[in-house]
């Protein structure tokens, strides 16, 4: 009995160790992670109530019922090493009865679990005072607007910093927190410390945070890297908090579900917002950085400019911002070429099938009056590090933007390096962006020169403390400009509640703004204002820029001018013609929308 019950102990702690580092290594959440303290605690409550039945039951084996009283002594004595009750002379003394051989080894190993016992103990104590701790503070900021992230990790945690350098007294709330022994999440939890922030044990659909004053901003944010979970919480905190006032929700997600999800729940009063941090990033990019694109655009014997733009890459990234350039290089007195590499065989398959009638011969380098201009091209199967690449790049001899974006910090700053070296040895100087996400490194590469004092000229954007800002995020300059862009034509819930019309926004106040600055007549007054030659050059530039941008979302010709042929659900639109063919009511449609 006495090797059988030993084996059985060791072996239950054993196999649950083993099973425990298994799914530490492996990509469990961590709340798979957490309950296996709870299975740990377990293994240690069997391990140590078969070590006990030997010790209690041989000094009375000869008695009547001795197995049931020692199963039952064993229990006992088993939660009490939990509590750090149970004195080691109970144990001593059924080892009385224990074989010369395995004595030493019983003394040992029944001495481990009682070490072990009440430090579980002690850590369980110590993670409920923690929460409570936490719930007493967040009941104590009753009367100051709270910021709650669902998950602590690096982008929540820029976006909590940036929140905090604006606004000293928000309170800071992180949701699924853990207190594990990896070496990145204490990192994490030390910052979040530093920032004062609450955290939570619990999911964020666990913690009620109704308790909060109704006149104060709860803001919640979906942010893990489960873009779908991020999606099920944010459409669970829609139905739970959709009657409070003063309640908004900021979920990240890129996935197409979640738009179409977010449309269905306009019942609530809730603002909410899908945050797409590709779009996003490149929306700010043209609206704040734009005119880099116009500036370096080349003279050519025509009179007009020629703006040359390189994309490498064509992921999510790369392919919005080929999506984007179509329509934002709408500009009198601009031609606009694009040239797009992947890696991928079916990159230009791909796109063409996201924006056919973009790609189409019909439009796609062909010149038709009061029509979107522009020549596109995707060159698919290109490895940015072989020679057929090299030799395809130094095709293009008046490059004047180039976009890095290869989904990797390492391989975006190797290629745009490479970029400059090749474009150098052509004479030509265009402007090169590169998509970093690590702040440290991107600060660190600013300005970066190489030995000979020469500036590698590399614009180093999308780094994560530049993304995950509170001026971008919750209180977006460019949103604001959307907004009012909208209202000339919508009401304002219509813009929080449908992609559709937010984007579509978006893409008018970027056009808007760099239209101004390059100086087109008329853009930069009223409607009512316009001379009738103004008016007229406002129209077609608009009506060019929306049948652009309504293809790089995937719309085509309804087939007819016939309103009623318009289908979104297909993506059909009657008005995506030449602006001659337009009604008069339309054009004029598009000074309204195309104006201050």
């Known amino acids: ?312 890459g064509m992921g999510r990234h790369g392919t919005e911002m080929v999506k984007a350039l179509s329509w934002f290089g709408q500009m009198d007195g601009y031609n606009l070429e694009i040239n797009a590499f992947d890696k991928d065989p079916l990159a230009e398959e791909k796109f063409m099938a996201l924006a056919p009638e973009l790609m189409s011969d019909e439009y796609n380098g062909v010149a038709v009056d009061g029509e979107a201009c522009y020549k596109i091209t995707v060159h698919p199967g290109f490895d940015v590090e072989s020679i057929s690449f090299v030799k395809e790049i130094h095709k293009i001899t008046n490059a004047t933007y180039v976009l890095v974006a290869l989904g990797n910090d390492e391989a975006n700053i190797r290629t745009a390096v490479n970029l400059r070296m090749y474009f150098e040895r052509m004479k030509i100087h265009p402007v090169i962006q590169a998509i970093i996400y690590n702040t440290q490194q991107k600060n660190a590469l600013m300005g970066v020169k190489n030995f000979k004092g020469q500036d590698y000229d590399i614009d180093f954007i999308g780094d994560r403390e530049a993304i995950y800002a509170m001026d971008v995020i919750i209180d977006s300059e460019l949103e604001q400009d959307a907004l009012q862009r909208h209202l000339k034509w919508g009401k304002e819930d219509d813009f929080w509640n449908y992609e559709y019309n937010y984007r579509s926004s978006i893409a008018s106040a970027i056009h808007m703004k760099a239209r101004v600055e390059r100086g087109i007549p008329g853009a930069n007054k009223a409607e009512a204002e316009l001379s009738d030659e103004e008016r007229h050059i406002i129209e077609v530039l608009e009506h060019k820029r929306w049948n652009a941008y309504m293809r790089s979302e995937g719309y085509i010709f309804s087939g007819s001018n016939d309103k009623n042929s318009r289908n979104d659900l297909a993506k059909m639109h009657h008005d995506l013609v030449d602006f001659s063919s337009l009604t008069e009511e339309e054009k004029r449609k598009d000074s309204s929308v195309g104006t201050k």
């Open 1 to 312: 009995m006495w090797l059988i019950c030993l084996i059985i102990s060791i072996s239950a702690l054993v196999l649950m160790g083993a099973i425990s580092i298994a799914v530490n290594n492996s990509n469990y959440t961590k709340k798979h992670r957490f309950k296996l303290l709870w299975a740990f605690c377990g293994a240690v409550l069997i391990a140590a109530v078969v070590m006990f039945i030997p010790i209690h039951y041989m000094p009375v084996a000869s008695v009547r019922g001795a197995g049931w009283r020692a199963f039952l002594l064993s229990v006992f004595n088993s939660i009490q090493i939990f509590m750090g009750g149970c004195e080691f002379g109970v144990i001593k003394e059924g080892l009385a009865f224990c074989p010369n051989n395995l004595y030493m080894l019983y003394q040992i190993w029944s001495a481990i679990l009682l070490i072990i016992a009440p430090i579980l103990t002690f850590s369980f104590v110590l993670s409920m005072l923690k929460n409570i701790f936490a719930y007493i503070r967040y009941y104590g900021s009753f009367f100051k607007d709270v910021y709650v992230f669902s998950e602590l990790n690096d982008r929540s945690l820029a976006l909590a910093n940036n929140i905090r350098s604006n606004s000293k007294k928000a309170v800071i709330v992180f949701t699924d927190v853990f207190g594990e022994n990896e070496e990145s999440m204490f990192e994490l939890i030390e910052e979040a410390k530093k920032l004062r922030a609450i955290c939570f044990k619990e999911d964020i659909l666990v913690i009620n945070f109704k308790r909060h004053y109704s006149k104060k901003t709860i803001s919640f944010f979906t942010i893990g890297i489960d873009e779908t979970e991020n999606l099920n919480q944010g459409l669970k905190l829609i139905e739970r908090y959709k009657q409070r006032e003063n309640t908004n929700l900021y979920i990240f997600s890129t996935n197409v579900e979640s738009e179409l999800l977010l449309c269905s729940t306009d019942d609530s009063v809730v603002k909410v917002r899908r945050i797409n941090e590709v779009q996003s990033l490149i929306n700010r990019v043209l609206y704040e950085r734009g005119q880099t694109i116009f500036d370096s655009a080349r003279e050519n014997d025509e009179g007009t400019k020629d703006i040359s733009a390189v994309v490498i």
